[in-house]
């Protein structure tokens, strides 16, 4: 690790009080020394990754962490902390934190390093040897695993292994005679697991989560092997191994890949957390599971048992969780096809005018020193990545349903919704008809010669078959109507129904800022781009405008009143400014972690004034995203811009009424900041 933490990379008096302030106190350092180059771009990586799920361990540790371009080379920072700070652990605050930068593009090599790291922290010693340092130049080669010079005080922490995708436990698969750690039984013969452990980032978690697995398993005499499906890739289990598998633990909080492959075996579905925090109790509930004779069918995204009962894992969530997920694998692959179209659409014609859309092919009338071919070469492009919107949209709705298997009822689903004019609503209904027909097929048990060839012939060809059967005879008409019937409605919004549709598409737009309702919102508005018309142009500028407001609102505010927030969200203000204009509103989400109560309804209201507005004055768009910058494709532009300003004014002054107000009934702040090293709350 001699690359990746130095000296001057730790801080064995981390003064920090909140994790934000941690992250910032340490990734200055990293840019100081050159591996950061945009402290706020970074900072805003790791707050996203924290915002997917806590990054506190119980035994007092965070791991913030994150891939960014906005790294140079991988990185670790240590803080010790005499307080803690919380980092969302059950057990309380952590006093051990690493900061884990990787480049968007990290190479294996220092993933595996990186990973090794994340090993060690499940050994007390590791971690009590840090606790006791006290020259930041031993902590720095304690945690790189040299041998510490003579001065230092630590003892000397365990080689890292080498961190393999695969990590093995019970060297000999013999039992433990007497108690056992953890409460994992003594096994009575050579019980044998398989896991899988993946996290979103694929850096830390996914790999302290094999480690503990693997530890528990030795204590309780266990046969375990873990695949680590690390975004940098996994190399996988040997089927040998799952074949030979008495049970299956999978411990993810991201999509476990090729699951087929543990068909028909007793599968214990959790999350990461879960295998670092609790893995006697997962191996346990894998034993009992095969006792029971729990044997498994995938016929979901996750398992569900034969006998008939609950589904694993994911599929204990609430029907309506579940239909959100679906839904949102399907809108998140059809984004990029309606940012590459909507833009390529948009820009020629800002090239050649509008009615540059009826112009002949390229392929036979092009020249190229004519403006206008190459905004018909744009539109037609961008025409071309339209086409795949609905079908692309219900391929990977009953992708997330049922895996592979499903894409190609999907991709036929979708395209007949098109096909017969049933639009976006079509794709929907389509992915979701397909996903269920091909749960339903993969419930039926098989003879085991025939399971090779149902994911690549059987189960296509007859949910295609029947999915389109569907679609021709017995919905598509329904849907068809429905889908005109919307788009007349759209078409023929005035007066108070737009603005009414403006204030909804705001308020989702504004709650989760990034979420699950702004997702929802977004979807609706570049559904209508795919065969646009003058009422789902309207609410693509409303949905934009009121997109933008959040940001904006905090970076006007921390300017405007920045005595009312702490030096890290003034900072954070400043890149507000162009998250904002950029139609990120993500930008917000700083803010609205650190006072929710406050900033969500101030940009929920600000949200609903701009989409009212925009509504009302009639603005359009036919972009899907850009922004200020895509401002000179805006229907009535000076008007746009006056409903984001009319927005961003209210979310404004209420969320500073609101701060004002709240601090008057706190004590009184000092008259000046003291100056720290780390940022103060």
């Not at 452990?197 to 005499?221: F, K």
């Amino acid at each position: 690790m001699s690359e990746l933490i130095t000296a001057a990379l730790v801080d064995l008096d981390l003064s920090a009080e909140t994790k934000q302030d941690a992250a910032r106190s340490l990734a200055e350092r990293m840019v100081a020394e050159g591996r950061v180059t945009d402290l706020d771009g970074f900072l805003a990586d790791v707050a996203a990754r924290e915002a997917q799920m806590p990054t506190g361990l119980d035994g007092g540790i965070g791991i913030p962490h994150c891939r960014s371009e906005h790294v140079t080379a991988p990185t670790l920072a240590f803080g010790r902390s005499g307080p803690g700070i919380d980092f969302g652990a059950a057990d309380g605050p952590a006093d051990l934190v690493f900061l884990i930068a990787a480049p968007a593009g990290a190479d294996d090599d220092h993933l595996t390093i990186l990973s090794a790291l994340a090993r060690r922290l499940m050994d007390p010693e590791f971690t009590e040897a840090l606790r006791a340092e006290r020259d930041p130049g031993a902590a720095a080669a304690l945690i790189r695993g040299e041998k510490a010079e003579p001065a230092g005080s630590a003892p000397k922490a365990p080689t890292p292994e080498a961190s393999a995708p695969q990590a093995s436990a019970a060297d000999d698969g013999t039992p433990v005679d007497g108690p056992v750690p953890g409460g994992v039984a003594p096994a009575t013969g050579p019980f044998r697991i398989v896991a899988v452990t993946s996290c979103p980032t694929g850096i830390a978690h996914t790999y302290m989560a094999a480690e503990s697995l693997a530890a528990a398993a030795r204590a309780g005499g266990v046969v375990l092997d873990v695949e680590t499906q690390g975004s940098a890739g996994f190399e996988r289990l040997d089927p040998a191994l799952i074949a030979a598998a008495d049970a299956v633990i999978w411990a993810h909080d991201v999509e476990v890949r090729e699951k087929a492959r543990f068909d028909g075996k007793p599968i214990v579905d959790t999350g990461v957390k879960a295998g670092i925090n609790r893995p006697a109790e997962l191996i346990a509930e894998a034993r009992q599971k095969a006792e029971r004779g729990e044997t498994t069918t995938l016929a979901t995204g996750a398992a569900a048992r034969q006998d008939g009962g609950a589904t694993a894992g994911g599929d204990h969530a609430h029907f309506g969780v579940r239909l959100r997920t679906y839904l949102m694998s399907g809108v998140s692959y059809m984004v990029p096809f309606v940012a590459a179209g909507g833009l390529l659409i948009a820009l020629s014609f800002a090239i050649g005018g509008y009615e540059i859309a009826g112009a002949k092919s390229v392929a036979d009338h092009f020249v190229w020193g004519e403006a206008a071919s190459w905004a018909a070469l744009l539109n037609q492009i961008g025409t071309a990545a339209f086409a795949f919107l609905v079908p692309v949209l219900a391929g990977y709705i009953a992708y997330g349903m049922a895996d592979r298997p499903a894409l190609v009822p999907g991709f036929v689903g979708g395209t007949i919704a098109l096909t017969i004019n049933a639009g976006f609503l079509g794709g929907l209904v389509a992915g979701l008809l397909a996903g269920a027909v091909v749960m339903a097929i993969q419930r039926v048990k098989v003879h085991p010669t025939l399971r090779g060839i149902m994911p690549v012939l059987v189960i296509p060809l007859i949910a295609s078959a029947v999915v389109g059967f569907l679609m021709f005879i017995v919905v598509g008409k329904p849907i068809a109507s429905l889908q005109r019937a919307l788009t007349d409605g759209l078409n023929g919004l005035s007066g108070s129904n737009a603005i009414i549709l403006g204030i909804v598409l705001g308020l989702m737009m504004c709650f989760d800022m990034g979420g699950p309702l702004n997702k929802v919102a977004y979807a609706f508005a570049v559904g209508g781009l795919a065969d646009p018309t003058p009422g789902s142009l309207k609410v693509m500028a409303a949905v934009m405008a009121a997109g933008m407001v959040p940001p904006l609102a905090m970076a006007l505010a921390t300017t405007v009143r920045g005595r009312l927030f702490s030096r890290t969200e003034r900072e954070n203000g400043r890149a507000a400014w162009v998250l904002g204009a950029s139609f990120i509103s993500e930008g917000a989400i700083p803010f609205a972690a650190a006072d929710p109560l406050r900033v969500i309804p101030s940009v929920m209201a600000g949200g609903a004034v701009t989409g009212a507005l925009s509504m009302a004055f009639d603005c359009t768009l036919r972009a899907p995203h850009g922004g200020i910058f895509v401002v000179p494709l805006i229907g009535n532009p000076f008007l746009y811009l006056l409903a984001i300003a009319a927005g961003t004014t209210v979310a404004t002054t209420l969320v500073v009424l609101l701060k004002s107000l709240g601090r008057n009934t706190e004590a009184p702040a000092p008259a000046a900041e003291t100056p720290k090293i780390s940022v103060a709350a």
